[in-house]
């Protein structure tokens, strides 16, 4: 009896302040109906009877919070909430650079998923691969975590370490890794000259001056000789900002629809693309795996449904939403999924994912003993897989002479083999078909 009259008596200035946000979101059409008072009336009754009855006394403002956050969780992998230092965190990773281990991560049915580490980090180097499950932080379980409070574990000051307890994808044990962590600078671009006139263009991922880098270093090298044809490496690419992969795509094509996104709120707009006389129409071969996700997928998608470039590697993530942070007057904010993005096919890349033209699994060279057990058995379950017949050395008579750098990458690496013979020999190709 105790309990259920405690559960009528409701503070008043919660039921003040939600009567107050009632009027205002619902019009007028809505504030009388029980279905919209309810779920709000609901919620004033469990709110006091956590502030009645509760082990412990917690502020009316933590409280709320929590709300808020579990609200923002519930909805899907990448909608959250935004502290003040994760706020500040997040504009970091589009601009500057900020301290951790290097790794992009995601919240999928209760499982923290690596979706990618980052080229040259701290991640990269202790042998983090997309679809790595992370299970635990510091020794402490990460299934009830939020993700928010996994990034917020994961990242610390520089020179410490942080404790992962990881099962690789297709893995039948868990592995203990102690990663120092580092501050990790935000380099986008990277370019390499494969032979003369082929370039090797890899995008680590996409922030706000991903763009005027690709221009700047192709402004560079056609000073000396022209661009004959490009490898474009988006393999492990986690994405980043949507109109950066817009701009990039635009670079490589004259006319036409890139992406179009569609929310419920704002419905359909289309990012096109705009003709300009440096456009770069030379061949052009893309890489992609399963850690090419979201800004990346876009650039993918844009150029193989254009017939722009060909498509080489594996499956990528399938990230086929958008997300908005919204600024909070407190200095918090909120990041939300507001709409899902399509090809200009129509194609929809949510869970989905870009298959490439040519699906060539990864080989590992077999030299590398600390990781070749597990790419052999990330290649052996995916179909029309390349065997490793010991004739990785096919190109060598025709790379660059004296770029060791390009020599060093062809070498251990099967996909940008297969993508700079393509590239080369594309005239010919073009010519069979």
Not at 29 to 54: C, I, N, R, W
Not at 148 to 164: E, F, H, Q, S, Y
């Amino acid at each position: 009896m105790l309990l259920e009259a405690q559960m009528r008596k409701a503070k008043w200035p919660v039921i003040i302040f939600l009567l107050i946000l009632m009027a205002v979101s619902s019009g007028p059409g809505l504030a009388g109906t029980d279905d919209f008072f309810e779920p709000l009336k609901q919620f004033s009754q469990v709110l006091d009877m956590v502030e009645s009855y509760y082990v412990k006394e917690i502020p009316r403002k933590d409280l709320m919070q929590y709300a808020i956050k579990g609200m923002l969780s519930q909805l899907d992998p990448h909608s959250a909430f935004l502290a003040k230092d994760d706020f500040k965190d997040l504009q970091d990773t589009t601009s500057g650079e900020f301290t951790g281990i290097g790794i992009e991560i995601s919240m999928e049915n209760g499982k923290l998923l690596v979706i990618s580490p980052i080229e040259d980090t701290p991640a990269y180097k202790a042998g983090l691969l997309p679809g790595d499950i992370i299970l635990e932080i510091n020794k402490e379980l990460t299934q009830d975590m939020t993700f928010m409070d996994a990034v917020k574990k994961i990242r610390g000051p520089k020179g410490t370490a942080v404790n992962l307890t990881v099962l690789h994808k297709d893995g039948s044990k868990p592995l203990d890794l102690a990663i120092k962590r580092d501050v990790i600078p935000i380099v986008s671009v990277k370019t390499d000259e494969l032979d003369s006139g082929y370039i090797y263009l890899r995008i680590t991922r996409f922030h706000e001056h991903t763009t005027q880098e690709i221009q700047k270093k192709l402004a560079e090298y056609v000073k000396e000789k022209p661009i004959k044809g490009f490898v474009m490496d988006l393999r492990n690419n986690p994405g980043g900002i949507l109109d950066q992969a817009v701009n990039v795509t635009d670079l490589f094509l004259s006319e036409g629809l890139i992406v179009y996104i569609q929310g419920r709120k704002a419905g359909r707009k289309d990012f096109m693309a705009h003709k300009d006389a440096g456009d770069l129409t030379q061949p052009m071969v893309v890489l992609i795996n399963a850690g090419s996700a979201s800004a990346s997928e876009i650039v993918a998608g844009a150029l193989q449904d254009h017939h722009r470039a060909l498509l080489l590697g594996e499956k990528s993530f399938g990230k086929g939403s958008v997300q908005n942070v919204y600024p909070m007057p407190d200095g918090t904010g909120i990041k939300l999924t507001t709409a899902l993005y399509y090809t200009p096919s129509g194609r929809s890349i949510q869970a989905e994912g870009i298959r490439p033209d040519l699906e060539i699994p990864f080989v590992k060279p077999v030299e590398d003993d600390k990781t070749k057990d597990r790419f052999l058995l990330r290649e052996k379950d995916l179909s029309r897989h390349l065997e490793n017949n010991g004739k990785g050395n096919a190109t060598k008579d025709r790379r660059i002479r004296g770029n060791e750098t390009a020599k060093e990458l062809l070498d251990k690496d099967n996909q940008l083999r297969l993508a700079f013979e393509l590239v080369r020999q594309w005239p010919n190709i073009k010519k069979i078909q």
